[in-house]
């Protein structure tokens, strides 16, 4: 007997991968966790003082708990929650270290982060965080306008994975170590389309989609995608391929092949049916697959966009030896592992695939959290633009998301 609806499970999409959080692996997870608390000993040892000069300021080995204590800003559900509502791996750090973390989920947008603290910010003044969780792009515009200090290189630098280490604004990892990386590609729900989507040209011009298409208001992704579709070699393109892909994304809003431009809510959108297929991140799809089985994550044809969230230092904090302890904390392979675990995307600590073989073998095994080559040599960035040509292609990019409904 055949199946009545074979794109189902046909096609390039990736199964899907349970989200730990939902599905019963919090104990496993807890006493994971547990462990990570009871090992003797700091993840580093503090610096003794040896200095007899008196300053009005204690050294880090001197200061109290409270002294030491690192304001964390970040994105929602981006580390390992337990069943009471707290944070193993975060309270064994502090456990270990003596550093308390006020850990802050406050990043719903970069530009909308980075501009309610951009006065402090230009001033070198403190931001109200010790830590902030930007995206890449940003995150160099950031360490290059001289808003972010050096935190590095820790022990972390040595753990990152090749795709991901020493980025040409950051070669020695001063300033920068990536937290989590993610891919953006295709999420369509089965249940809702005429056939299976395998590549963004299929998303954009197909006259079944039309009008129930979701895009990202993320520039580097939606843009990075458009070039793709156009064939566009996408680490070398120019101002003039950027400038004619924000043009082809305006014609396909005028034509109505969008039902919008979302941020973190086009999940919202593709539930309740408003969006049957959409630009769609990796780790966001593995999660929301648990709920809905039927929601495929596609490698397109053309390729995929990497990209990465990276812990920084904003030169006002006075916390820069406390946060390298916490970044060379979460890159021990088996804490790395704790929160992939969670939160599904791709992990940038080598030696964290080993490590999750003990917690979750399908994990280990899934290409979308340790992806292998046959996934990295299809996964591009868009580069950045130089002098002024960057900010004249947002702004015409936020023209089209605003009016496409978005802001």
């Known amino acids: 007997m055949s199946t009545p609806f074979p794109w189902r499970t046909a096609g390039p999409s990736v199964p899907p991968a349970p989200r730990v959080r939902r599905v019963g692996r919090r104990a496993v997870l807890g006493a994971a966790a547990a462990a990570l608390a009871a090992c003797s000993g700091d993840p580093e040892a503090p610096p003794s003082s040896t200095t007899t000069t008196t300053t009005p300021a204690p050294t880090f080995s001197t200061a109290t708990g409270e002294q030491r204590a690192l304001t964390w800003a970040t994105w929602p559900d981006y580390i390992d929650v337990d069943e009471e509502g707290g944070r193993p791996t975060l309270a064994a750090f502090t456990a270990q270290s003596g550093v308390p973390v006020t850990y802050e989920e406050v990043i719903e947008d970069n530009d909308e982060y980075v501009d309610s603290v951009r006065a402090d ?200 030896e406390a946060a390298r302890l916490l970044a060379d904390y979460f890159y021990r392979p088996d804490v790395a592992a704790t929160v992939a675990a969670w939160v599904n995307y791709i992990c940038p600590v080598v030696g964290a695939q080993e490590a999750m073989e003990s917690l979750d073998p399908d994990l280990a095994a899934n290409s979308l959290i340790f992806p292998d080559r046959t996934v990295l040599d299809r996964s591009f960035q868009l580069p950045t633009l130089e002098g002024d040509a960057e900010d004249t292609q947002r702004a015409a990019f936020a023209d089209v998301v605003a009016a496409g409904g978005g802001s």
Do not use: C
């Not at 965080?129 to 001289?146: E, P, Y």
């Not at 996408?234 to 400038?243: F, G, I, K, N, Y």
């Not at 919202?268 to 408003?274: H, K, N, Q, Y």
């Open 121 to 320: 910010l230009e001033a070198g003044e403190p931001i109200g965080a010790d830590i902030v969780t930007l995206t890449t792009w940003m995150a160099a515009r950031l360490v290059q306008d001289g808003h972010m200090q050096p935190f590095g290189p820790g022990e972390s630098a040595d753990r990152i994975i090749p795709a991901l280490a020493a980025p040409a604004w950051d070669p020695e990892q001063a300033y920068s170590v990536p937290w989590q990386a993610g891919l953006t590609g295709i999420a369509y729900d089965a249940r809702e389309v005429d056939r299976a989507i395998g590549s963004v040209t299929e998303l954009f011009t197909r006259e079944d989609l039309r009008g129930r298409v979701g895009v990202l208001k993320d520039y580097s992704d939606t843009v990075g995608m458009a070039l793709l579709a156009s064939g566009v070699n996408l680490p070398a393109a120019t101002e003039t391929d950027v400038a004619d892909g924000i043009a082809r994304l305006a014609e396909l809003q005028e034509q109505g092949t969008f039902a919008g431009f979302y941020g973190n809510e086009y999940l919202d959108a593709l539930e309740d049916g408003s969006v049957v297929a959409s630009l769609a991140w990796s780790g966001d799809i593995l999660q929301a697959q648990v709920d809905n089985p039927y929601l495929k994550f596609v490698v397109p044809e053309e390729g995929l966009v990497i990209w990465a969230d990276n812990l920084l230092v904003p030169a006002g904090s006075v916390q820069s």
